[in-house]
Nanobody, 121 residues
Framework: QVQLVESGGGLVQPGGSLRLSCVASGVTGNINRMSWFRQAPGKQREFLASITSAGSTNYADSVRGRFTSSRDNAKNTWYLQMNSLKPEDTAVFYC???????????????WGKGTLVTVSL
């Protein structure tokens, strides 16, 4: 029943910026952690950033200082602000959520369908 939907992808020039959004619907419990991943053509899925409901963040070394994760708990929405984009950032970006239902002893993992980011002249 839980669905995650990404938006904000598109074409941007090197050095430019984009902000990605992810909205979760059908959530009946707590979103413990929200994350962003990407997958470039011919490469493995790569972790980029995560943020807890309390606002604690983690970043991959490749994007630290350029990307910033944030969230709006009231709207079950989280964001990835991407600055100083490089051609090698081109990939499909995916949002992820770890959700713990009320009364559950474990969290469940959910994925969006992805949004394409292309960095090119």
């Amino acid at each position: 029943q839980v669905q995650l939907v990404e938006s904000g992808g598109g074409l941007v020039q090197p050095g430019g910026s984009l902000r990605l959004s992810c909205v979760a619907s059908g959530v009946t419990g707590n979103i413990n952690r929200m994350s962003w991943f990407r997958q470039a053509p011919g490469k493995q899925r790569e972790f980029l950033a995560s943020i807890t409901s309390a606002g604690s963040t983690n970043y991959a070394d490749s994007v630290r200082g350029r990307f910033t994760s944030s969230r709006d708990n009231a709207k079950n929405t989280w964001y990835l602000q991407m600055n100083s984009l490089k051609p090698e950032d081109t990939a499909v970006f995916y949002c992820n959520a770890a959700i713990q239902r009320v009364g559950s002893i474990w969290a469940e993992d959910y994925w969006g369908k992805g949004t394409l980011v292309t960095v090119s002249l």
